[in-house]
């Protein structure tokens, strides 16, 4: 792995939002996102953002032979962690549940089978000219820890926990976007080919090279060149598109 200076992160600021359930990432993360995104509000400038797993415990299985053949792993569920500093109603509800309903007196009742909130949430942290962004299209949010009132010269916090979920298909359940990268703008024949600039990122797919990677030659690439996406797949210039496989 080659040393990135460019894929280092000191937060700077940051933002949290929510939005419906299967509302998809924003394009961009250098402004803020449109509706239906909504930004969380304020919160805690000494515990910004926390990481927590559990499960994945692995085994160990042998053989008479071979007492260390393979190694399985149980499911992994994450979590993250924040702390409102906000007491207003869409806050509280966060922390209480979805279902705290709204009283004729303008109070908050708190519910005995509280319902966390399920929606689509985004994180995302800036470090001067880079923005590094968590996104999931589905969790729950629900009290992650008791209120604390530690004294009367700080702000109180509602503590949440956020666990991400699998929606629909997808086979993960939040994503995060890599630091430091450099986007392919050329691709030279070969077996494999390459990519210009020097270091640049494998692209994803097939889709992220269309009208955005040159091909050389820009005739039909012959029998057996390619370049390689970053799953492993092969795709070659046809002299007019990208087409899977080898030419």
Known sequence: MAKNDNATLVVGSGNFFTAPVGTPMPASLDVAPAGPWEAVGHTSLEDIFSFSSEGGDA????????????????????????????????????????????????????????????????????????????????????????????????????????????????????????????????????????????GADLPAALSAMTGVVTASPTTAWTSGQYVLLDDGSQVHWTGTAWATGAA
Not at 167 to 187: D, K, M, Q, R
């Open 59 to 198: 085994t160990t299985l042998g053989t008479l032979q071979s007492k260390s053949l393979r190694t399985t792993y149980a499911p992994r569920t994450e979590s993250f962690a924040l702390t409102v500093n906000q007491f207003d109603r869409k806050s509280l509800r966060l922390y209480y549940g979805a279902n705290a309903p709204l009283l004729p007196d303008g109070t908050l009742g708190i519910p005995q089978s509280p319902e966390p909130t399920e929606c689509a949430f985004l994180a995302i942290f800036v470090d001067g000219g880079n923005s590094f962004g968590l996104y999931t299209p589905r969790s729950e949010i629900f009290r992650g820890d008791d209120v604390a009132v530690a004294d009367a010269e700080s702000l109180v916090g509602l503590p949440l926990n956020i666990k991400p979920l699998i929606y629909s298909t997808n086979e993960w359940t939040y994503a995060i976007t890599p630091l430091g990268g450099v986007v392919a703008t050329g691709a030279t024949a070969g077996t494999p080919g390459t990519y210009t600039p020097a």
